[in-house]
């Protein structure tokens, strides 16, 4: 079984920093596209950063230059340092990952639990 696992959310004040971590673990064959979306209440998902497997990035408008998102294949983890945090930041964010598991041909959409950012003015 294939699981994504996100932490490093919390609180922090207008202008602060947090860094988001997610691993995935399994028996995993390999891992394409990963990458963090987010979520407030009564709105749709939204994508905030992605990353290929060849390092190829994209971000939303609202967080260019101020977040980055890296990633680890050795540790099959990705990562998003978000700098200049603004209240319109605060969302329960979610891990996504695009992976094949070693025991099926294909691949497929994996989503964490999702982790709570809140800026607080």
């Known amino acids: 079984q294939v699981q994504l696992v996100e932490s490093g959310g919390g609180l922090v004040q207008t202008g602060g920093s947090l860094r988001l971590s997610c691993a995935a673990s399994g028996i995993i064959f390999s891992i394409n596209d990963m990458g963090w979306y987010r979520q407030v209440p009564g709105k749709q998902r939204e994508l905030v950063a992605a990353i290929t497997s060849g390092g190829n990035i994209n971000y939303a408008d609202s967080v260019k230059g101020r977040f980055t998102i890296s990633r680890d294949n050795a540790k099959n983890t990705v990562y998003l340092q978000m700098n200049s945090l603004e209240p319109e930041d605060t969302a329960v964010y979610y891990c996504?990952?695009?992976?094949?598991?070693?025991?099926?041909?294909?691949?497929?959409?994996?989503w964490g639990r999702g982790t709570q950012v809140t800026v607080s003015s």
């Open positions: 996504n990952a695009d992976i094949r598991p070693s025991w099926k041909n294909v691949n497929y959409q994996y």
